[in-house]
């Protein structure tokens, strides 16, 4: 640092080093109010990407799982390849033709545990947890558009899925300080009723 005025041994005085004090302390608090500012800007990003992509990918292989429902390669064996039921969404396919669906990823179940806030995907020999899900639903569709209870009338799915940060936000007033993020899907599956 250059001080300009210097006195006559060309030393610092005390007030122009408490000058030179104070004013480096309050561009090194700003500097640190910034930091501290983006810090949080980018911890918030964090968890907006985090929970988007843990949404979309809940919903690309539910997504996926429906589509093949009711695969059936080998004739004379019928099944329904979705099963009404009003608290879990049961979906089955044979894969690999061999007339049986037990092996994996050929009856697959979506739970949801509110009391976990998590989405449970169980298939023979495998399971898949998501964390940080505040609701996931579900509702039948008939040909029509109209709302199901019937198993064989099954041609649609409405899926909806709220997926929530990991973490709070202080900046954030609403739901505790959760960010979240719902998305709804009507899925077509290709197979039903062939």
């Known amino acids: 640092m250059v001080f300009q005025h210097l006195n006559e041994r060309g030393t610092v005085t005390v007030a122009e080093l ?6 480096t302390a309050a561009s ?4 640190y109010s910034m930091t501290i ?3 949080q800007v980018f911890s918030a990003q964090d968890r907006a990407v985090e929970m ?8 690309t292989m539910i997504s996926q799982d429906l589509r093949m429902a009711g695969y059936n390669p080998v004739r004379g064996i019928s099944f329904n390849g979705i099963t009404y039921d009003p608290v879990q ?7 690999n033709g061999n007339g049986v669906r037990t092996d994996t990823n050929e009856d697959i179940t979506y739970s949801y545990d509110a009391a976990n806030l998590r ?4 298939a023979p ?14 509702s039948y569709l008939d040909s029509n558009g109209s709302a199901t209870t019937t198993s064989a009338d099954i041609r649609q799915v409405m899926v909806s899925i709220q997926a929530r940060a990991a973490r709070p ?5 609403d739901n505790n300080g959760y960010r979240s993020l719902t998305l709804e899907s009507r899925v077509t599956p290709r197979n039903p009723g062939l």
């Not at 408490?18 to 004013?23: E, K, P, R, S, T």
């Not at 090194?28 to 500097?31: D, L, R, S, V």
């Not at 989405?119 to 169980?122: A, G, K, N, W």
């Not at 020999?125 to 579900?138: D, Y």
Request: charge should be neutral.
């Open 119 to 122: 989405l449970l995907r169980t």
């Open 28 to 31: 090194m608090g700003a500097m």
């Open 52 to 59: 988007d992509q843990t949404a979309r990918t809940i919903m």
């Open 89 to 95: 969404l049961r979906i089955q396919a044979d894969l």
């Open 125 to 138: 020999h495998s399971l898949i947890v998501f964390q940080n899900i505040q609701a996931f639903t579900f």
């Open 169 to 173: 936000d202080p900046a954030y007033p």
């Open 37 to 39: 500012a983006q810090n």
């Open 18 to 23: 408490l000058a030179a004090v104070v004013m």
